[in-house]
């Protein structure tokens, strides 16, 4: 069975970091391009960050830039979220997803593109 847990999430004061995973099973991640989407409460969904098959493309949703790095290890299967400086507007349920594509290259925020979606890890910046 395909699945994707993300873990490390939690509640953080305002300045803080904290470090979220994305773990894979029944699959290989080095053929999946992948996503970190976050969705506060009565807010949509967005796309906050995405890494390409081989790591070499990076791209951040324009609040973030400078404050959360994506990286990824595809020999552990992994896919990490360093968040720093956070603020009470990061706070939100925080969800990776997956989609496999022919590109090594190349990622995409769109959620609609990806399959493979975890459960979600709440991420609260508050003091």
């Known amino acids: 069975q395909l699945q994707l847990v993300e873990s490390g999430g939690g509640l953080v004061q305002p300045g803080g970091s904290l470090i979220l995973s994305c773990a894979a099973s029944?699959?290989?991640?080095?053929?999946?391009?992948i996503g970190w989407f976050r969705q506060a409460p009565g807010k949509e969904r967005e796309g906050v960050s995405c890494i390409s098959r081989s790591g070499s493309s990076r791209n951040y949703e324009d609040s973030v830039k400078g404050r959360f790095t994506i990286s990824r290890d595809n020999a552990k299967n992994t896919v990490h979220l360093q968040m720093s400086s956070l603020k009470p507007e990061d706070t939100a349920v925080y969800y990776c997803a997956a989609y496999r594509t022919p590109f090594q290259s190349m990622c995409l925020m769109t959620d609609k593109f990806h399959n493979y979606w975890g459960q979600g890890t709440q991420v609260t910046v508050s003091s």
């Open positions: 029944g699959f290989t991640l080095d053929s999946y391009a």
